[in-house]
């Protein structure tokens, strides 16, 4: 039987596997700010509201104030309610905006979501999903409307990925987003939704109409090659496959692995592709000290060594704030040009 797709925009696809679920569960409940779409503030010019009205437009028309709740500027007192709300057996998503306020909340996500099931002996979960943007809305100098500058611009996902107890996820496509954000609201423990604001409306693809999963804890290799693997988070796996494509012009073959998950991390799918490939670059927007590149690198340099036929290379942001400027921007954020480089250093061609 054919499944009917059609084509959507990252943010749309959000909205979507919001909307079936809530449809299909009536615990589920949406709870941040803006989340209502601007609802009532159309006299302000304000159709789309800011970031999380994009991926919740509709919903409070649909499901009501009773599970579409538009919350104050008060990060720390609507997370604790989502956490709450989940104990209680509801499935809150909690929309944070932008991982920038992660320092607002960080108690609530940490403290408790991550570690109230372990330390209440397993008898309650946490069925708890936080949705936040990361990264520099430029997207490589592409920018609508000019940076966001060094408040909200911010990568930090390696934060969350350190805490026992989160699941991280990070999708690169429309299909994925839908697929990984089903996924995290079905889960009975904490799950941080992380997309990248530059790819909400930028990533486009065919998208089924009905629900489905992707499953978190795997990666996915999105490019098969012999000579490198590259291996992408978020923005950067496109990054990566547009490197890998200038690449094969030149008649070198890399293989690209989206990590989609950072934790719990699919080491198997990475060091199964350096095994074959024998060389490794990890592409990441965040800054490089306690970096996820840095600590995919560790991982590979202690159970792939005798494999490995070249240093492993890591390609992050540079150890500043994000800029503000477009054009400064778009330097700080690693460019398929800097990948090709340090393919062609490694290769020695």
């Not at 609802?39 to 599970?67: C, M, V």
């Not at 979501?113 to 936080?130: E, I, S």
């Amino acid at each position: 039987m054919a499944v009917a797709t059609r084509e959507l925009t990252l943010n749309q696809a959000i909205n979507e596997a919001i909307r079936q679920e809530m449809r299909r569960d009536p615990n589920v409940i949406v709870i941040g700010e803006d989340v209502s779409g601007a609802a009532g503030r159309a006299h302000l010019g304000l159709i789309d509201g800011w970031s999380a009205s994009l991926k919740t437009r509709g919903l409070l028309a649909e499901f009501g104030p009773e599970r579409v709740i538009d919350a104050p500027i008060a990060e720390m007192g609507f997370s604790g309610a989502g956490v709450g709300a989940a104990m209680t057996g509801l499935r809150p998503i909690v929309d944070l905006t932008f991982i920038d306020l992660l320092g607002c909340c960080y108690d609530q996500i940490a403290n408790q979501a991550a570690k109230m099931h372990y330390m209440m002996g397993g008898k309650v979960d946490v069925p708890v999903t936080f949705r936040m943007g990361y990264g520099s809305r430029g997207g490589g100098g592409q920018t609508y409307g000019g940076g966001a500058a060094a408040q909200h611009s911010q990568t930090q996902y390696s934060i969350l990925a350190h805490v026992p107890g989160l699941k991280v996820v990070v999708p690169t496509t429309a299909y994925n987003a839908k697929g990984l954000m089903i996924a995290a609201i079905r889960d009975n423990g904490p799950v941080v939704f992380l997309d990248h604001k530059f790819l909400g409306n930028a990533a486009r693809g065919l998208v089924p109409e009905e629900p489905y999963t992707v499953p978190i804890g795997k990666a996915d290799v999105v490019r098969r090659g012999r000579d490198v693997t590259l291996c992408g988070i978020g923005l950067m796996t496109h990054v990566c496959l547009e490197a890998a494509g200038s690449l094969a012009a030149e008649g070198i073959e890399a293989e690209v692995v989206d990590v989609l998950t950072l934790a719990p991390l699919d080491e198997a799918t990475i060091l199964e592709s350096v095994t074959h490939t024998r060389r490794l670059v990890v592409v990441d927007e965040d800054t490089p000290t306690a970096s996820m590149a840095r600590d995919i690198a560790a991982r590979a340099a202690d159970k792939c060594f005798d494999f490995l036929d070249a240093p492993i290379k890591t390609i992050t942001a540079p150890e500043a704030p994000v800029p503000f400027a477009a054009a400064l921007e778009a330097y700080y954020q690693p460019r398929a040009a800097d990948v090709a480089t340090v393919v062609h250093d490694l290769l020695g061609r």
